[in-house]
């Protein structure tokens, strides 16, 4: 079942489009990236579901229903702009927050005994938030957004600002969400920090969503048929006699020894290329050339730039 | 409902809470009750005694001048350039010096002294003399002493409103209008205070950056009414509690100074009697229907206009304000670009400040009409305005428009509101601002 689906969403600003024509379905239970660089809408976007801002056409429906005020309990969201009272209690401004969110006092309250001992800042429940470091803030931003156990997660830039332990701690806490059957959101322009992590993605460039689908799909549609291979070479005819059918694309030399990047189109067969090296060499490493989703980004934009510009000819 | 209620539990706790309310709200009745007893207790404490030395070539006034308690005359028999010469030796604070009159009657005198002498006794010695002065012209004339002393008048003029339903009222000027311009100020320093306090509020929300991470769970508007509220809450709460406290302690130094106060009043009443001149029965008559007038005047006070009034504008005056506070709060990052906003919203407040000496002298005419219609200036000018009695369609229209002004800012400002929170980074020039009202 799908717990989002935006249609024909369009957004603009002074004399700006922020959000054109976006169609999106979002499975339940599944981590969604919205990739694009700064400026292409995601954050608008975000903040249509929010009900922060209204569309100017489109609809969105959450769980099958019409986006309605009553959703917002169902959401939680933590904002790219994020922060607290700085001069507030911790525990009392994480219940005011939670409370905020539709939770009575006495739920807030335990709730948040369990998850301030889990993330191990039970300590500083009384002390105002000023007094602690960036990270507990973060643990404390990222506790309120999911406090009252909303169905739909959204995590605007989630890893920006957190440092390497506390952003391999959110990412856990994140997948056993999605395990207990939560549907999460990310926005990011660093790709490659989701990637991994992600079911599904849309980028979204300029205000237009210019690729969707699941991850593994979009990855193998854009399979370069490139194979690195790095190997010592054990005879001097390597080079000479190395088969023609196989196009080098660079070499190089390694610490360890040489490494060849070679195109192996879809019909052939790895096995023949791998034989040869064996026979000729001591292999140290063979691997795919796989694109990463900043490689594919940078193409599509790339692709889709170009047809626009032929459309405009 | 339940959300803007938690909203202004909220703003209204963590005010009070802070050391910085709880401070003011002690300081504050101190500081007033202290501006109120301090006159009174120095004067008791300081009445310190001068001596007036009288060196009188003329001839006239050698037993003209009544010792008081703060005032002590004596006769020197010397002439003014011995007793300048020897002034430190006399024993006197001041020589009052009388020089021969070129012309029956001397039109100036001298005081000398090492010190400045004080305006107490240069009006108490001014008054005298002027006294004297009169009754031996009129004397001169040849007219008897027993004459003279009746035509002495001192004439009250009452002023009586005459209402449309027949029935009359009195009329006080000078109390209405310190009534009026202390209830007006009070509204004025009411709106700043408390505007620049949700302005600062919604200002602190931007610049934590918690601001968007609020939005997700309620409306703008909601946040917004929600923090005009609570500080309006702040600021009642406040109010009430200097005024309890001011009486609590006005109350307690009069209970403690009671012996002072009796002798001060009494002090009072004599130097008066001895300057209207002396030993004159009619003047303490007088004396006594000044009291009672002074009575009367606070009794007469239509205090249920007045009280409903001054919370009416008190309230809506801050709620129309608060409102464009709260959105030019919302427009900008910091609290140093609020200046150039600021400036529409001070101009008709400090005007209608400016105007209050033209409206108290003129409560009916075109300029305090219109100040009191206009709902930007309507709380403080028509505060002014009430207690000198206004019709009651006036009354009735200047509310109605309070309350509208009041509707019509707080949409106006929702709607800049809603756009400026999501804002950062640069500060917005007023076309921008216009646009986002019109999106």
């Known amino acids: 079942m799908d717990l989002l689906v935006a249609q024909q969403i369009n957004k603009k600003f002074e004399n700006h489009q922020a959000l054109t024509d976006i169609n999106l379905t979002i499975p339940e239970g599944s981590i969604y990236g919205l990739l694009g660089p700064n400026g292409a809408g995601k954050t608008t976007f975000i903040r249509i579901i929010n009900q922060i801002l209204g569309q100017d056409s489109g609809s969105i429906y959450i769980g099958g229903e019409l986006l309605h005020p009553k959703h917002i309990k169902m959401i939680g969201y933590l904002p790219e702009e994020r922060g607290l009272y700085k001069k507030m209690k911790v525990g009392e401004q994480a219940i005011y927050l939670?409370?905020?969110?539709?939770?009575?006092?006495?739920?807030?309250?335990?709730?948040?005994?369990?998850?301030?001992?889990?993330?191990?800042?039970?300590?500083?429940?009384?002390?105002?938030?000023?007094?602690?470091?960036?990270?507990?803030?973060?643990?404390?931003?990222?506790?309120?957004?999911?406090?009252?156990?909303?169905?739909?997660?959204?995590?605007d830039e989630p890893f920006s600002g957190f440092d390497p332990i506390n952003a391999n701690l959110l990412k856990s806490e994140i997948i056993n969400l999605r395990d207990k059957g939560a549907t999460i959101i990310f926005s990011t322009h660093n790709m490659?920090?989701?990637?991994?992590?992600?079911?599904?993605?849309?980028?979204?460039?300029?205000?237009?969503?210019?690729?969707?689908?699941?991850?593994?799909?979009?990855?193998?549609?854009?399979?370069?048929?490139?194979?690195?291979?790095?190997?010592?070479?054990?005879?001097?005819?390597?080079?000479?006699?190395?088969?023609?059918?196989?196009?080098?694309?660079?070499?190089?030399?390694?610490?360890?020894?040489?490494?060849?990047?070679?195109?192996?189109?879809?019909?052939?067969?790895?096995t023949e290329l791998l034989e040869y090296v064996m026979n000729h060499a001591r292999l140290l490493q063979f691997q795919e050339v796989v694109p990463s989703m900043n490689d594919i980004f940078i193409k599509t934009v790339n692709n889709s730039s170009n047809n626009t510009k032929n459309g405009q000819n | 409902m339940d959300k803007i209620k938690l909203i202004i539990a909220r703003e209204y706790l963590t005010r009070v809470k802070k050391k910085s309310f709880i401070i003011m709200t002690i300081l504050g009745p101190i500081l007033m009750a202290a501006l109120m007893i301090a006159p009174v207790y120095f004067s008791t404490i300081s009445s310190g005694e001068k001596t007036v030395g009288i060196v009188d070539e003329s001839g006239f006034f050698t037993a003209g001048f009544k010792n008081t308690n703060s005032i002590k005359f004596k006769t020197l028999n010397l002439e003014i350039d011995d007793a300048k010469k020897n002034y430190n030796q006399l024993g006197v604070d001041l020589i009052l010096y009388i020089p021969q009159p070129s012309y029956t009657f001397p039109h100036h005198v001298i005081l000398f002294s090492s010190k400045q002498p004080g305006m107490n006794v240069e009006s108490y010695i001014r008054t005298s003399i002027n006294n004297d002065l009169r009754q031996l012209r009129l004397k001169k004339e040849g007219i008897a002493p027993e004459i003279i002393e009746k035509i002495k008048s001192s004439?009250?003029?009452?002023?009586?409103?005459?209402?449309?339903?027949?029935?009359?009222?009195?009329?006080?000027?000078?109390?209405?209008?310190?009534?009026?311009?202390?209830?007006?100020?009070?509204?004025?320093?009411?709106?700043?205070?408390?505007?620049?306090?949700?302005?600062?509020?919604?200002?602190?929300?931007?610049?934590?950056?918690?601001?968007?991470?609020?939005?997700?769970?309620?409306k703008p508007f909601q946040l917004m009414m929600g923090k005009i509220v609570g500080v309006a809450l702040v600021g009642l709460t406040q109010f009430l509690l200097w005024v309890v406290l001011t009486l609590t302690l006005v109350t307690g130094a009069q209970y403690a100074f009671k012996d002072q106060l009796t002798q001060l009043q009494q002090d009072n009443i004599q130097t008066v009697i001895q300057t209207m001149s002396a030993n004159n029965p009619t003047e303490m008559t007088f004396e006594n229907s000044a009291a009672l007038e002074a009575l009367n005047a606070i009794s007469t006070i239509n205090f249920p206009v007045i009280i409903g009034g001054f919370l009416f504008y008190f309230l809506f005056g801050y709620l129309l304000y608060s409102a464009l506070f709260a959105a030019i709060g919302s427009a900008v990052d910091n609290e140093t670009d609020t200046q150039q906003f600021m400036l529409p919203l001070t101009v008709p407040l400090i005007l209608s400040i400016m105007l209050a000496q033209n409206i108290a002298s003129d409560p009916d005419g075109p300029l305090s009409f219109w100040l009191s219609t206009i709902p930007f200036t309507s709380p403080i000018a028509m505060m002014i305005r009430i207690p000198f009695g206004v019709p009651m369609w006036q009354l009735a229209l200047s509310m109605t428009l309070v309350i509208l002004g009041f509707f019509a800012a707080t949409w106006f400002a929702a709607k800049i509101y809603r756009t400026g929170i999501l804002m950062y980074g640069k500060k917005p020039t007023y076309k921008e601002i216009w646009k986002w009202f019109r999106h």
């Not at chain 1, 429940?125 to 803030?137: F, I, N």
């Not at chain 1, 990637?195 to 599904?200: G, K, N, S, W």
């Not at chain 2, 004439?155 to 027949?166: A, R």
Request: aromatic share 8%.
């Open chain 1, 98 to 155: 939670a409370m905020l969110k539709g939770l009575s006092r006495s739920e807030a309250f335990q709730q948040l005994k369990h998850w301030f001992e889990k993330f191990e800042i039970g300590n500083w429940w009384d002390r105002k938030v000023e007094e602690l470091s960036k990270g507990m803030q973060q643990k404390v931003q990222f506790i309120v957004t999911i406090l009252h156990k909303p169905k739909l997660l959204i995590f």
């Open chain 1, 192 to 270: 490659s920090s989701v990637e991994e992590i992600c079911d599904r993605i849309a980028l979204i460039n300029q205000s237009k969503v210019i690729l969707e689908g699941k991850v593994a799909e979009i990855k193998n549609n854009h399979r370069t048929n490139l194979y690195q291979i790095e190997y010592q070479p054990e005879s001097l005819s390597f080079d000479s006699s190395f088969p023609n059918k196989f196009q080098v694309i660079e070499r190089k030399e390694t610490l360890m020894g040489k490494q060849l990047t070679v195109r192996i189109e879809k019909e052939q067969n790895t």
């Open chain 2, 155 to 218: 004439i009250d003029v009452n002023t009586v409103k005459l209402k449309e339903d027949g029935t009359e009222e009195e009329q006080m000027a000078a109390r209405d209008l310190i009534l009026g311009l202390v209830a007006g100020i009070a509204i004025y320093f009411f709106i700043f205070m408390y505007g620049a306090m949700v302005m600062r509020g919604v200002i602190e929300e931007k610049t934590n950056r918690i601001i968007e991470v609020l939005v997700s769970s309620v």
